[in-house]
């Protein structure tokens, strides 16, 4: 059965599927010995904190490692013994019951509150309610490090702690219901290149089965026949080729020789040591909000500038676009008070709350202009939705540019400025725009959901979510289109279709400048596009903007990249 998700980390796998969703048994009743009792919950905290501690010692990430100090903190905390021993003794109940009330009302606390950040961590202190219950029942919880077989992990809301380990051999997917691509497990999957898909429900997998996960394309294989399994080992020992190959892959050049930019996405501190081993061509989209996330306080302009600085100076002379902060939307900050909405993927997110934030975005755009004296950086700005705003927001830049002459530090004068083209406003009047501004880059993740009123991180509709419906295509050459009587500007996509192979055929043949992809797929990207034939390419997608259904979209496509990259695909 081929169940369809949403494709979070790339690659494929094979292996047994193992659901870690520990079930806890139901809670005890009556009345029983308190003494016995305390001692077996003092002992559960106990274990549950050694785990903890285990955990933080081969943690790489700083946020994972802050988040599992979080979790031990909590149970470090002298009241949690006082109180637990207060209700055992007094109600003389189990210790399980003593726990669950002691961490239902910590949870209630948390979710009641008007701060996101902590109503998020709400959800932390159910994982420490679930490793403390299980310490008491003696339930085995899972371990990486004492896999012996390769396996495909299944859960219904899997989380970052299943992979905090230095252990990885054996685990060859993840599968989760729950969670997006950027929540802590779809951005830890992607960096260490684990395949991994989302918005599978664990219902449809049984335990042990053999399972297959496609991360490219975003489905997984389950009751598999033999036949089948030969194929898909045949098909990942080409993968395994694939990759080999791309070992060598240095530029994106077509069969008649037309070159491509391909950059990296990046926003994780731990992406600076990859830069120098990957051929990428500078950063097109790098996503300041993952600096601000997680912390209690906003970070300062001076820490900002040494992280951009970092990457600009290892990136020599290669192009670095920096987007100014993407907050709201399902990215939330403890200090960025935006209040619960009904819908925040159409609320007060992004250049919206910079615009009526204004010192805050002075501060962040002062951070971007000091690192420009270092490199060659642009600024981007998200979510634009119209002209005014591209006007109001370059107002405060000059402001900052004007702050910074005073303060006599250096910043380069003619610093290019672009929007992200995400919201279909602006997809409308892009050649109104492109006067505006230095480059466009295509947002196509969040341009497919507002174009097509299909929510991106529902798992019911994952179907709905197509970059080829047709109505998203002829956005996307409005857009290209609007950009080539400009020789000085370019336009890029930093969505995830840049690095669909079939997106690849499309965009090549709208001509699409720059491709900006996630770091595990810049080799990849290139060699799709060496594999194409330019002007070839031109004319079929010429030949497919006259498709009325996504389907004849695609299955054109199809047949086009089987033919162009063969095995490959
Ligand atoms: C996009 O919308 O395509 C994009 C790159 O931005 P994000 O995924 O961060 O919203
Ligand atoms: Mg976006």
């Given at each position: 059965m081929k169940l369809l998700g949403i494709k979070v980390g790339n690659g494929l796998g094979l292996g047994k599927a193992l659901i870690i969703d520990a079930k806890l048994p139901e809670l005890n009743n009556g009345t029983t010995d308190s003494k016995k009792e305390i001692k077996k919950v003092f002992k559960a905290i106990d274990e549950a904190i050694v785990d903890y501690e285990e955990i933080i010692k081969v943690l790489k990430d700083d946020d994972l490692k802050s988040l599992t100090e979080f979790n031990k903190n909590v149970l470090i905390s002298p009241s949690i013994k006082i109180e637990l021993e207060k209700t055992i003794t007094e109600q003389q109940c189990y210790g399980d019951v003593a726990i669950d009330i002691y961490f239902a009302n910590k949870i209630k606390q948390l979710e009641n509150l008007d701060n996101n950040y902590l109503k998020e961590r709400a959800k932390d202190v159910k994982d420490i309610r679930h490793k403390v219950l299980a310490k008491y029942y003696g339930i085995k919880e899972f371990n990486p490090n004492l896999l012996k077989e390769d396996v495909i992990l299944v859960s219904n809301e899997m989380t970052a702690n299943v992979l905090?380990?230095?252990?990885?051999?054996?685990?060859k997917g993840v599968i989760s219901l729950l969670g997006g691509k950027t929540s802590h497990i779809g951005i830890l999957t992607t960096s260490l290149g684990i395949p991994s898909v989302f918005g599978i429900d664990v219902k449809n997998i049984l335990n042990d089965e053999l399972i297959f996960i496609d991360g490219n394309k975003g489905f997984v294989k389950t009751n598999l026949k033999d036949e089948e399994i030969k194929k898909i080992k045949e098909k990942i020992k080409i993968e395994i080729e694939l990759n080999k190959e791309l070992d060598n892959v240095k530029e994106a050049k077509t069969l008649d020789g037309y070159e491509f930019e391909v950059s990296a996405n990046a926003g994780d501190l731990t992406e600076l040591e990859k830069i120098n081993s990957i051929p990428l061509d500078g950063i097109g989209l790098f996503r300041t909000e993952f600096l601000y996330l997680n912390k209690t306080t906003p970070p300062t302009e001076d820490y900002l500038f040494e992280v951009y600085k970092s990457f600009v100076t290892k990136l020599g002379d290669k192009p670095m676009i920096i987007r100014t902060l993407d907050i709201g939307g399902d990215k939330k900050c403890p200090y960025i008070d935006i209040k619960e909405e009904a819908n925040p993927f159409l609320g007060y997110r992004a250049i919206r709350y910079c615009l009526d934030h204004k010192d805050f975005f002075k501060t962040s755009l002062k951070a971007i202009l000091r690192a420009s004296a270092f490199g060659n950086i642009s600024i981007m700005y998200p979510m634009i939705s119209s002209k005014e705003e591209i006007i109001k927001a370059n107002e405060i830049l000059e402001e900052a540019k004007q702050d910074l002459i005073k303060e006599k530090i250096k910043f380069k004068k003619d610093i290019k400025v672009g929007i992200m083209i995400e919201i279909p406003a602006t997809a409308v009047i892009a050649d109104m725009l492109i006067k505006e501004v230095d480059f466009f880059s295509i947002g196509t993740n969040d341009l497919v959901q507002y174009t097509t009123a299909?929510?991106?991180?529902?798992?019911?509709i994952t179907s709905l979510y197509?970059?080829?419906n047709p109505g998203v295509v002829r956005l996307l050459k409005n857009t290209i289109d609007?950009?080539?009587?400009?020789?000085n500007k370019f336009v890029g996509m930093c969505g995830e279709m840049a690095a669909d192979p079939l997106g690849i055929i499309l965009l090549v043949g709208l001509g699409l400048d720059e491709f900006s992809v996630n770091m595990n797929m810049v080799k990849r990207t290139k060699k799709y596009i060496s594999l194409l034939n330019k002007e070839e390419t031109t004319n079929f997608v010429d030949s497919l903007l006259t498709l009325t259904t996504a389907k004849e979209i695609e299955d054109k496509l199809n047949k086009y990249a089987k033919e162009k990259y063969g095995k490959f695909y």
């Open positions: 905090l380990t230095d252990n990885l051999d054996h685990i299909v929510d991106r991180g529902n798992t019911q197509n970059w080829f609007a950009t080539k009587d400009y020789d």
